[in-house]
C-alpha cells in the first residue's frame, strides 16, 4: 500500500504533517496565484511535496510550509527535518521553525536575512537542548534540516512595500501523524505515555518531568497553541491568527519591475536543497557529513574524533539541531545561501538524505525537468529512490518556479 502523503490544494496555509489521502481533490500542488509583479497570468510559484517511511520501522522525517510567510502574497517558507534518535527534534521544528524565524525577521528587520537564519538555527537548537536537559536525559534526537525562504525584496533588498502591520502571527498545526500509537514518543495532551496509578514515586517523578517536556514539544513557551485550530485554512479566503482573532489578508507586492525573487536557503546536516537552473543542478546547500576533511578537522580541534565517517564513531552528521549529548562536537550553526532568481530558475528540490543517498543532483533535476505539476514531481522523485533501494525515510519537496517550456519538452520527447 502506498504510504505517501497527498495534500489538498485548499488546505493548509502551514502543515506540519499532511494528512494522507488519494483523489484529485486532495492534492497539490498548491499555486501562489496572481497578482504578482512579473506576470498577469504566471504564478509566483508552485509547490508540492510526498513522504515515504521506506525500509525503516518508524518514520522520522517532518516538514513544514507555509505560504504567503510573512503576510506577503507570493512569499513562501519550506523545511525538511530528517529526524535520528527518535522523533522528538524532528517533530518539534515541524511545529515551531517557522515561528521562530517569523519572530526573528520581525524582531530585526535590518538586519540581513542569512544573519537571521544563523540566529535561528541557534536558537531553536538551544532550546532542544534544554527540553533535552528538562528530560533528565530520556529524550536525546536530533534532526538534520534544510529550510528555503523565498522572499519578494525591494532592489536594494528591503521590504518598503510591506504594511507594518502586515506581518502577523503564523498559524501552524501538530499535525504530525504517529507511527503506530504505542511507539509515538510525545502526548499532545501534556501527559506521559504509559502513565498509570499505582506507579511509584520515582517513576512519578521522572514522569511528571517527561510531562512538561512533552508540553513544551507541543507548546513551547511564549506561543500560544493552536490545537483548536480547524483543519483548513485557504490562503485566499480565511485569514485568521492561531488564537481565532482577526489578521490581515496576505498583501500583495506591487506591479513593476522594481522587485526581485531571492531565496534563502540554510541547512544543517546532509538534508540538501538542488536549485535547476537552464537544466543545470546547483547545489544551494552543504552537506555537514564526518566524511568532509574541513568538519572532520573542526571537530577534532573540538576534541573530538571521527571514526568511520562518524563523529566520535556515532552520528554520520557533523551539524544537526537537538543531540545535545553531542553537541560540543555536532553544532547546529547553518550554511546559508542567498540566490536572486532569474528567467532561467525552473525549480528547487528540498529532499532529506534519503533521496540523496541514491540519486546525484543532476539526476533528481533531470528526472523532473519535464514534470510541470510539482506533486507529479515529488512523488516519482519518491519512486524513483524506493525503485533504487533507499534504506532511509524519504521526504520531498518540489517548489516550482517556472512553467516547463516548450523547448525543454521538445528536447526531453527527442531523447
Not at 57 to 75: I, K, L, N, P
Not at 174 to 189: F, L, M, V
Not at 233 to 238: A, C, L, M, V
Request: hydrophobic letters at 30%; aromatic letters at 6%.
Amino acid at each position: 500500500m502506498n504510504s505517501m502523503s497527498f495534500l489538498s490544494a485548499t488546505d493548509d496555509v502551514v502543515s506540519t504533517q499532511p494528512p494522507s489521502g488519494s483523489g484529485s481533490n486532495n492534492r497539490l500542488p498548491y499555486i501562489a496565484t496572481t497578482p504578482n509583479p512579473w506576470s498577469a497570468q504566471i504564478p509566483t510559484f508552485r509547490f508540492g511535496v510526498a513522504d515515504e517511511k521506506g525500509p525503516r520501522r518508524t518514520m522520522e522525517d517532518a516538514h513544514s510550509y507555509v505560504f504567503d510567510y510573512g503576510g506577503v502574497h507570493g512569499q513562501g517558507f519550506f523545511a525538511v527535518f530528517d529526524g535520528h534518535a527518535g522523533k522528538e527534534a524532528a517533530d518539534w521544528c515541524g511545529k515551531n521553525f517557522q515561528d521562530y524565524l517569523q519572530q526573528a525577521l520581525q524582531a530585526n528587520p535590518e538586519a540581513n536575512v542569512p544573519d537571521i537564519y544563523n540566529q535561528t538555527f541557534h536558537s531553536v537548537d538551544r532550546t532542544l537542548s534544554r527540553m533535552s536537559e528538562d528530560s533528565g536525559g530520556k529524550i536525546h534526537s536530533g534532526c538534520t534540516a534544510v529550510t528555503a525562504f523565498l522572499r519578494i525584496e525591494d532592489a536594494d533588498g528591503g521590504q518598503s512595500f510591506v504594511n507594518a502591520h502586515t506581518g502577523s502571527p503564523v498559524n501552524h498545526h501538530h499535525d504530525i501523524p504517529s507511527e503506530g500509537g504505542s511507539d509515538d514518543a510525545a502526548s499532545t495532551d501534556g501527559e506521559a505515555p504509559g502513565d498509570a496509578a499505582g506507579n511509584g514515586a520515582q517513576k512519578g517523578s521522572s514522569q511528571s518531568r517527561l510531562s512538561r517536556v512533552f508540553k513544551r514539544l507541543s507548546h513551547p513557551a511564549g506561543r500560544s497553541s493552536s490545537s483548536s485550530t480547524p483543519r483548513s485554512r485557504s490562503p485566499s479566503h480565511q485569514h485568521t491568527g492561531s488564537n481565532g482573532s482577526t489578521r490581515s489578508p496576505p498583501q500583495p507586492p506591487p506591479a513593476g519591475p522594481g522587485l526581485r525573487r531571492v531565496l534563502y536557503v540554510a541547512n544543517a546536516g546532509d538534508a540538501r536543497g538542488v536549485l535547476c537552473r537552464g537544466g543545470k543542478a546547483l547545489r544551494l546547500t552543504y552537506d555537514h557529513k564526518g566524511t568532509d576533511k574541513q568538519e572532520a578537522k573542526r571537530i577534532m580541534d573540538s576534541g573530538g574524533f571521527v571514526m568511520s565517517g562518524r563523529v566520535n564513531g556515532v552520528l554520520a552528521v557533523t551539524r544537526s539541531l537537538g543531540d545535545s549529548s553531542m553537541k560540543e562536537f555536532v553544532v547546529g550553526a547553518p550554511y546559508t545561501t542567498e540566490t536572486e532568481l532569474t528567467d532561467d530558475d525552473e525549480f528547487l528540490i528540498l529532499a532529506c538524505d534519503g533521496i540523496w543517498d541514491v540519486l546525484d543532483d543532476q539526476t533528481a533535476s533531470d528526472f523532473i525537468r519535464c514534470i510541470q505539476d510539482p506533486q507529479d514531481a515529488a512523488e516519482a522523485l519518491i519512486r524513483e529512490a524506493t525503485h533504487r533501494y533507499t534504506n532511509d525515510n524519504i521526504t520531498v519537496m518540489v517548489i516550482r518556479l517556472k512553467d516547463v517550456t516548450p523547448e525543454v519538452k521538445a528536447a526531453h520527447e527527442s531523447k
